[in-house]
């Protein structure tokens, strides 16, 4: 896959965990050892009026507060991808959305926000543009991998919703 030969290329190391397929994070908690690395939630997101995309990526355990995200972007609103732009845009499935997805963006079209307690992780955990492995990868790495593609990060403490 082409995204083991770019990380081998740019002399990424990473450890790679095979599991069955994922589709939520409960999921691949229940399948996956407990790794130290952060865990992330990605979040495939777009503003319908100016038809903004983002990929949002934040602690597993958080709720982000999307309404106040929009705000933060400067949009009117924030709604979820449809599986069918997905596809289009990143080449990716439900439940394969990943950090490491910008390697597909080569028209620039979808802005990477990242919450900044996974940006200052040591390691993150993400999926290698597949539900059915996991990759730990140090983060100094995934900011080279980032330089490399011509890619920066907003990174910015993301808006969480409020636990009941």
């Keep these: 896959m082409a995204?083991?030969?770019l990380l081998d290329r740019l002399a990424i190391p990473y450890l790679r965990i095979d599991h069955p397929p994922v589709f939520t994070c409960e999921?691949?908690?229940r399948l996956l050892p407990d790794l130290p690395a952060a865990?992330?939630?990605n979040l495939f997101?777009?503003?319908p009026k100016s038809e903004r995309l983002f990929l949002v990526v934040s602690p597993e355990e958080s709720r982000v507060d999307l309404k106040a995200l929009a705000a933060r972007l400067g949009v009117k609103r924030l709604s979820f991808g449809s599986p069918e732009r997905l596809e289009a845009v990143l080449g990716l499935t439900p439940g394969s959305v990943t950090l490491l997805a910008m390697v597909r963006d080569s028209e620039h079209a979808v802005e990477l926000v990242v919450d900044e307690r996974i940006w200052q992780a040591e390691q993150v955990q993400c999926h290698p543009l597949v539900n059915t492995a996991?990759?730990?990868i140090r983060l100094d790495d995934v900011?080279?991998?980032l330089t490399h593609l011509g890619r920066e990060a907003?990174?910015?403490a993301l808006p969480?919703?409020?636990a009941d």
């Design 3 to 5: 995204i083991y030969s």
């Design 27 to 29: 999921e691949a908690s």
């Design 39 to 41: 865990k992330t939630k």
């Design 45 to 47: 997101l777009r503003d």
């Design 134 to 136: 996991t990759l730990l």
């Design 143 to 145: 900011r080279r991998l």
């Design 154 to 156: 907003c990174v910015m």
């Design 160 to 162: 969480i919703v409020a």
